[in-house]
């Protein structure tokens, strides 16, 4: 069977062609026809059977040919990890691109205000998770009134994080008469309710078992007479050849565990949920092309989570369910490859874990192994890591304190007192929406006023309304102190940085700005004479006298203030 006799356009079929994939997998040719046909679908198929071109292309057929208007998508793929919407979002984006369609994803860990810009040039299919697609829709971002079909992927995981509150929520906002597809390795408990309330008599289509007895896949138990001895047979299993995955039950653990690696030599990245998204892409691309082989994880990596080539999953920390250890040991013998998964397991853990691989459905003896042993070179491919220390991989550089003002106008950065730096690591990207009060009960996001040519020139206080200057993203106006100590703030002026009002024992810039109240023009009069150079002085006092003594009614204000 081909793709084109599943009732595809020729298009698409032509699109996939160039990406390699020629013939539908089981679990696409049993639901993409019904897909096709309106109806709602339920799909179950192991971890790696092709769940996302079995909902992502006849999604893709039904939106051909419409189009979207800002900020109302037609179609929605709700996931429970940024990783996993990212793969989507790559995996649909080029059959996609062939039908004239837009795909985007939204995710928390990313700037909220670049996928609001994304969504309000239009998207035809949007893949989100919960979490960002609600606040999206509370920042007025986002709308789902037009939505025509809904997917959902991975939703037993979904249940399991906990997401089926806000699941429930956005599906209520989409239209009731909507065509629904649900799709998951396992179906069952909160799911089966799930699939009660939004599925209309679905049609079901299971490929296979949830168990872990794949041909290509072999399974081990690894006896460890104590830690000292598990860390050691941790590090040369590291250092074989090969991609492997290693999952640990916390993310200190992960951090702890790619450290001690990189201690002894082995390319190594950590990846879980406190890593900031930018941090887990590149840890995550880095993997992929084989420059850091080994990868420490949370179960973050355990559901969705496609790289091609992974031969080898070992469970550092055995996995608390059965479920888990299938989703885990997914990650490997994908798509007919062969693969090896290895479970470390303590004295203590041996009942515990044993039950749980048989639920599982694997039965395994295990072996006892000790660091150097030749049974754990033929289970792994374990060898001796070299023992030279490797630097941990740099975070992005941000720009330097000196001209930085002059690097975040050029980056188009506009926030107040905002960087580089917050683009990438702050969830919400630091932005409201204009007239939404951000978290510190400010406005939103506003465009710079009375900027100097020659960047270093004071202004009035915006508090005094009369245009304040913004200078290095920073309000030149003054600041109150929980001192009680008010001052006008300096500003940038040929690099050096004004820090607010100046501490006794240190230097006050000369570029401070006119106080409370001075109007625009005398402000920037009184910045501009001083933009030159700083001044030192012994007292906040003299560093204002310096600056030019403030006019009128700023004059009266610094008075009380001191």
Not at 26 to 52: E, F, N, Y
Not at 219 to 228: N, Q, T
């Given at each position: 069977?081909?793709?084109?006799?599943?009732?595809?356009?020729?298009?698409?079929?032509?699109?996939?062609?160039r990406s390699g994939i020629e013939a539908p997998f089981p679990i696409q040719a049993a639901t993409v026809p019904d897909a096709l046909a309106g109806k709602d679908v339920l799909g179950r198929g192991p971890t790696g059977?092709?769940?996302?071109?079995?909902?992502?292309?006849?999604?893709?057929?039904?939106?051909?040919?419409?189009?979207?208007?800002?900020?109302?998508?037609?179609?929605?793929?709700?996931?429970?990890?940024?990783?996993?919407?990212?793969?989507?979002?790559?995996?649909?984006?080029?059959?996609?691109?062939?039908?004239?369609?837009?795909?985007?994803?939204?995710?928390?860990?990313?700037?909220?205000?670049?996928?609001?810009?994304?969504?309000?040039?239009?998207?035809?299919?949007?893949?989100?998770?919960?979490?960002?697609?609600?606040?999206?829709?509370?920042?007025?971002?986002?709308?789902?009134?037009?939505?025509?079909?809904?997917?959902?992927?991975?939703?037993?995981?979904?249940?399991?994080?906990?997401?089926?509150?806000?699941?429930?929520?956005?599906?209520?906002?989409?239209?009731?008469?909507?065509?629904?597809?649900?799709?998951?390795?396992?179906?069952?408990?909160?799911?089966?309710?799930?699939v009660k309330r939004y599925l209309r008599s679905p049609v079901t289509h299971s490929t296979a078992p949830p168990s872990a007895s794949v041909s290509t896949m072999s399974h081990h138990l690894l006896y460890v007479r104590?830690?000292?001895?598990?860390?050691?047979?941790?590090?040369?299993?590291?250092?074989?050849?090969?991609?492997?995955?290693?999952?640990?039950?916390?993310?200190?653990?992960?951090?702890?565990?790619?450290?001690?690696?990189?201690?002894?030599?082995?390319?190594?990245?950590?990846?879980?949920?406190?890593?900031?998204?930018?941090?887990?892409?590149?840890?995550?691309?880095?993997?992929?092309?084989?420059?850091?082989?080994?990868?420490?994880?949370?179960?973050?990596?355990?559901?969705?989570?496609?790289?091609?080539?992974?031969?080898?999953?070992?469970?550092?920390?055995?996995?608390?369910?059965?479920?888990?250890?299938?989703?885990?040991?997914?990650?490997?013998?994908?798509?007919?490859?062969?693969?090896?998964?290895?479970?470390?397991?303590?004295?203590?853990?041996?009942?515990?874990?044993?039950?749980?691989?048989?639920?599982?459905?694997?039965?395994?003896?295990?072996?006892?192994?000790?660091?150097?042993?030749?049974?754990?070179?033929?289970?792994?491919?374990?060898?001796?890591?070299?023992?030279?220390?490797?630097?941990?991989?740099?975070?992005?550089?941000?720009?330097a304190r000196q001209g930085a003002a002059t690097k975040r106008r050029s980056s188009g950065s506009g926030r107040r007192g905002g960087s580089a730096a917050a683009d990438i690591d702050d969830p919400s990207g630091g932005?409201?929406?204009?007239?939404?009060?951000?978290?510190?009960?400010?406005?939103?996001?506003?465009?710079?006023?009375?900027?100097?040519?020659?960047?270093?020139?004071?202004?009035?206080?915006?508090?005094?309304?009369?245009?304040?200057?913004?200078?290095?993203?920073?309000?030149?106006?003054?600041?109150?102190?929980?001192?009680?100590?008010?001052?006008?703030?300096?500003?940038?002026?040929?690099?050096?940085?004004?820090?607010?009002?100046?501490?006794?024992?240190?230097?006050?810039?000369?570029?401070?700005?006119?106080?409370?109240?001075?109007?625009?023009?005398?402000?920037?009069?009184?910045?501009?004479?001083?933009?030159?150079?700083?001044?030192?002085?012994?007292?906040?006092?003299?560093?204002?006298?310096?600056?030019?003594?403030?006019?009128?009614?700023?004059?009266?204000?610094?008075?009380?203030?001191?």
């Amino acid at each position: 069977m081909t793709f084109a006799d599943l009732g595809l356009p020729a298009v698409l079929v032509q699109a996939l062609h160039r990406s390699g994939i020629e013939a539908p997998f089981p679990i696409q040719a049993a639901t993409v026809p019904d897909a096709l046909a309106g109806k709602d679908v339920l799909g179950r198929g192991p971890t790696g059977s092709g769940k996302t071109l079995a909902f992502g292309l006849p999604m893709l057929t039904t939106l051909a040919g419409g189009s979207s208007a800002p900020r109302r998508p037609r179609g929605l793929v709700l996931v429970p990890t940024r990783e996993l919407a990212a793969q989507i979002e790559k995996a649909l984006d080029e059959p996609a691109l062939a039908l004239g369609l837009r795909v985007a994803s939204v995710v928390g860990g990313a700037p909220i205000k670049r996928q609001a810009d994304r969504l309000a040039r239009g998207v035809d299919l949007l893949i989100a998770t919960p979490g960002r697609l609600e606040d999206l829709i509370a920042q007025r971002c986002a709308d789902l009134s037009d939505v025509r079909i809904t997917a959902l992927d991975e939703a037993d995981h979904m249940a399991d994080m906990g997401f089926l509150p806000q699941v429930t929520k956005l599906l209520d906002r989409t239209p009731k008469d909507g065509q629904r597809l649900l799709f998951s390795a396992t179906l069952d408990g909160e799911v089966d309710k799930l699939v009660k309330r939004y599925l209309r008599s679905p049609v079901t289509h299971s490929t296979a078992p949830p168990s872990a007895s794949v041909s290509t896949m072999s399974h081990h138990l690894l006896y460890v007479r104590d830690k000292f001895d598990k860390r050691a047979v941790v590090a040369e299993i590291a250092a074989r050849e090969g991609l492997t995955i290693m999952f640990v039950r916390t993310k200190h653990g992960a951090d702890r565990l790619a450290k001690q690696l990189r201690g002894v030599g082995i390319a190594t990245g950590a990846l879980h949920g406190g890593k900031a998204q930018n941090n887990r892409t590149r840890t995550l691309a880095a993997f992929a092309d084989g420059s850091t082989p080994v990868l420490v994880t949370t179960d973050v990596a355990a559901r969705g989570i496609h790289v091609d080539g992974i031969s080898l999953v070992v469970h550092v920390d055995p996995p608390a369910e059965s479920k888990a250890y299938l989703h885990r040991a997914g990650r490997t013998a994908r798509a007919g490859e062969d693969g090896v998964v290895v479970t470390l397991v303590s004295a203590e853990e041996r009942a515990e874990v044993e039950k749980m691989t048989r639920k599982a459905g694997v039965d395994i003896v295990g072996v006892d192994v000790r660091p150097g042993d030749r049974k754990l070179a033929q289970i792994t491919g374990a060898r001796t890591p070299s023992g030279i220390a490797l630097v941990a991989p740099a975070p992005p550089q941000q720009p330097a304190r000196q001209g930085a003002a002059t690097k975040r106008r050029s980056s188009g950065s506009g926030r107040r007192g905002g960087s580089a730096a917050a683009d990438i690591d702050d969830p919400s990207g630091g932005w409201s929406p204009e007239g939404t009060p951000d978290a510190s009960g400010r406005g939103g996001r506003r465009p710079s006023q009375g900027r100097s040519g020659a960047r270093g020139a004071g202004a009035g206080s915006r508090r005094g309304g009369d245009g304040g200057a913004r200078t290095g993203g920073r309000d030149s106006g003054s600041a109150q102190r929980s001192t009680g100590h008010a001052d006008a703030r300096a500003t940038r002026s040929n690099g050096v940085r004004g820090e607010g009002s100046a501490p006794s024992s240190s230097r006050a810039p000369a570029t401070a700005t006119a106080g409370r109240g001075s109007g625009a023009a005398s402000g920037h009069t009184a910045g501009a004479a001083h933009a030159a150079r700083p001044t030192r002085s012994d007292t906040p006092g003299q560093g204002r006298r310096r600056a030019g003594r403030p006019q009128g009614s700023a004059a009266q204000g610094n008075r009380r203030a001191n």
